[in-house]
Each structure stands twice: as structure tokens, then as C-alpha cells.
């Protein structure tokens, strides 16, 4: 399942939410324990439990309503870890105040379960990248 939260699309249609500026939070996700629903609007909505493991999208691009950036490395990720999602946020300080944007939960690599090495996280390389609005 690949989705844009519906929050994510008002925040892009009002232009309250510049991709290219953002900090982008990527959170790696086990999704038996999140259920998605389209209506969740924040970090918050996913339990402390189900998020494996936060990092950063780095170089980020967006052209074309296409987001892409660096693929991640996310060091030392808990033993025996689930992780069937990935979720894009926008960083703040606060989960309660950082808006969810996308959901990937399908394709190569899911589920994974890592060694407690270093999980890489590989974005497309090509359209639709990351993500298309």
C-alpha cells in the first residue's frame, strides 16, 4: 500500500507545506502494530511502539510534484525489529505537531527484520521517486 494521508493533500492544495524546505522525518514502521487509517494527521497517531526507527531525508528534490532524496541508512535498529511501512513525515519537536505525509508498506525489502546492524532504506530511482502529489 502506498498512500498520501489525507491531511498531507490539504496541506499540499493550501501550500502550507513546502517539500523543498522541510525537514522530512522518516519513521520505519511495523504495521501490526499501526493500523493506517487516511485520517491520522499526525506522528502521534502512530503508537511509540510501531515506529522501529527515525531518521532524515537528505538532498531532497522536488520537481514535477515528485519528491526524491538520498536513499537512508538508519544505524544500529533493534534485533528481531518488524518492519513492514515506511512513513514521511514533517520533523518538529513534537509528534503531536509533526504532520504524517506518506505511507509505503509494499514493494522489496518489506517486511524486513533487521540484524541490529545498519537497515538502508532504497527509494526509486526514477518516477514516481518517493513520492507523487
Given amino acids: 500500500m502506498a498512500h498520501i494521508y489525507d491531511s498531507a493533500r490539504q496541506f499540499f492544495a493550501s501550500g502550507s507545506i513546502n517539500l523543498a524546505t522541510a525537514t522530512i522525518g522518516v519513521t520505519l514502521v511495523n504495521t501490526t502494530l499501526y493500523t493506517f487509517n487516511a485520517g491520522h494527521d499526525m506522528l502521534n497517531d502512530i503508537p511509540v511502539a510501531a515506529r522501529i526507527a527515525t531518521s532524515s531525508l537528505s538532498n531532497v528534490a522536488v520537481a514535477s510534484g515528485r519528491l526524491d532524496a ?64
Avoid: C, R, W
Fill in 70 to 133: 538520498d536513499n537512508l541508512d538508519i544505524a544500529t535498529v533493534a534485533v528481531n525489529s518488524v518492519i513492514n511501512g515506511v512513513v514521511l513525515f514533517i520533523s518538529t519537536a513534537d509528534s503531536s505537531t509533526s504532520p504524517l505525509l506518506f505511507i509505503q508498506s509494499e514493494g522489496v525489502g518489506f517486511p524486513a527484520t533487521p540484524d541490529g546492524g545498519t537497515v538502508t532504506v532504497n527509494f526509486e530511482a526514477t518516477d514516481p521517486f518517493i513520492m507523487k502529489i
